[in-house]
């Protein structure tokens, strides 16, 4: 009895200092794209930096999420990002770490790291930890959808989580097995439910299923939807919690340092999922164990199955959308049924009362690297984007530069274009911003100049490097369009460069515009977007049109009505070349817009229209 009374003691004086610890810390996370966070047009892409926080007690924990898209360990490092990192680090803090999907990919030499070089880079953040006195929690990669585990060992493997791994035990700290946790749970757990982890916790988006993503989107590989990184911060708290009973390898500073942080992780609670059908065979959000406070997402998708409403325990009616987002978790254990037509009536369920003192609000999850930018609002695009280019910029007046942005050629279509310096050194530098992400977007890159050899550039987009072919357009006032293919963005702010490869320089550069919604320069807004509007008498669009009170442009009979003076009017084609330029005096009135030629035959088309000098018009149309 007398052994057994010491064990209560000993017991509850290790509870106590656990759980009331009072000493507070940072969490800083480094990792990429499936890590980091979003802005809240990008939903519902998520990282598991990103929600990270709701999993910890916000009195105590901070977290701060320095993940970035696009990065491997080694650009990471090679862009200061692990040097800024450190810079923060405070005694007793944690540097969570996570790379791997960059890192394997050899298509792209920008951020590929070779096998035998991983671990020496993951060393480096394990070093930096150190340095500060701070902690290294080790992260392997999540899995890709698949049941290939291309992150383990295995011919032609990238053994990311192998490595992390062996620099974990080499040096004594944490190893997260979230590859192995996820590989598991989408091969295992959920084995015959492919479509539930591609629809529901990858992100594959059906059309009209969320409004950030009117048309769909199909990246059910690699990104996650808001539930899937909250299963993988589950995961990684699970795994926590899994070092600190069994992982014998651990320090004994390691160890100290992963009781503080365990103690802080919040009780989980389990949120069951389930319909009022006994042969449902649609799919249905999954049970979850959320702490409270959490975001939660209902869905269902019905097979033939007529859907009604959400309720809860209480058979409170909480949606009538198949989709339900946006609200958080209660502190207790719950149930939520999908009501669907000619199913059993709604029964309550008894259940506790909510619990007090798990209400904290996140762990700040969402801080980390800010990036903000003051832009003249004139090189802001404030009219209607053409749906085949949704994203046009204004290259005009770069944030850092060699040149100047000039206006002494015609046919440009903003502020003016930007006239690189004569030097095989020189470069602009623009700050641009993306609400989505792709991994094979198309760019456009409008330019002029004269010359009898190309002035080719080299295009930085983020941290992927292009090189671009620049021919001679003829003329310093005819432009012509360049293009770049399958260019990875992803959804952030980041920097584009261009950089002249001769003694020439490079083109004057107008405009860039991608194939995909939501890029624009920092400080700006996206671009409005309209499908085309088909006229029922002439087949034609207008897109676009921006005139001003003293031009009035019928696009159904290509006139112009002006109040006189000298007109100049270009036309470009979807390609960017001029087909037709004509500068006339007009008496006040209606004129054709094109009068030296026949009406422009179908195909989409940019118009410039002066006055006397002033820009009056830049649109797009488009004739069927």
Known sequence: MKSLFKFFIAAAVFTGVAVSDSTSFAIYVVGDSTVCTYKDNAYPQTGWGQVLGYFFDASRVKVNNYAIGGRSSRTFIEEGRLDEVKGKLQKGDYLFVQFGHNDRDYSKAARYVEPSQFSGYIQKYV?????????????????????????????KNYDARGM??????????????????SYNTYNTTYKNMPDYVTRYLYKKLE????P???DGVNDGTTHFQEMGSMGHAQMICEELEENLKSNSNLSADAKAALTTLVSTIKKCYTIKVQTNLSNYNGLITQTQYFPAGSPMTLRVTPNGQTFEKWVDDDCNEISKNMIYYGFRTKARNITYTAMFKGGSECKKIAHDSEESGNENPTSSSSEGPESSSSIDPKLCFDGTADAAWPSPIDMASPEIADGLTETNHEGYTGQGFFNIENSAYSTATYKLTSDQSASNARVMIRYSFQGNTNRDMKITIDNGTYDVAFPSTGSWDKWDTAYIEDVWVDALDFKMKIASTTSDGGPNIDMIAFDMKGVYRTGCKPAKVENDVESSSSGTTIVSVRPAPSLHFDARNQTITTAGGMLMVQVSDAMGKVVAQETHNVAPGTVSLLQNQSKMTSGRYFVRVQLNGQVLMSSFLYIK
Not at 207 to 210: A, D, F, Q, S, T
Request: proline share 6%; no cysteine; glycine share 8%.
């Open 164 to 181: 992390m791994q062996t620099v974990a035990k080499n040096n004594k700290v944490p190893f997260v097995d979230l590859n192995m946790k």
């Open 212 to 214: 950030n993503y009117p």
């Open 127 to 155: 070093d930096a930890a150190k340095a500060k006195g701070a902690n290294a929690i080790l992260i392997s990669p999540m899995n890709l959808n698949g049941s290939r585990n291309v992150f383990s060992t295995g011919d």
């Open 207 to 210: 059309k009209g299923e969320y």
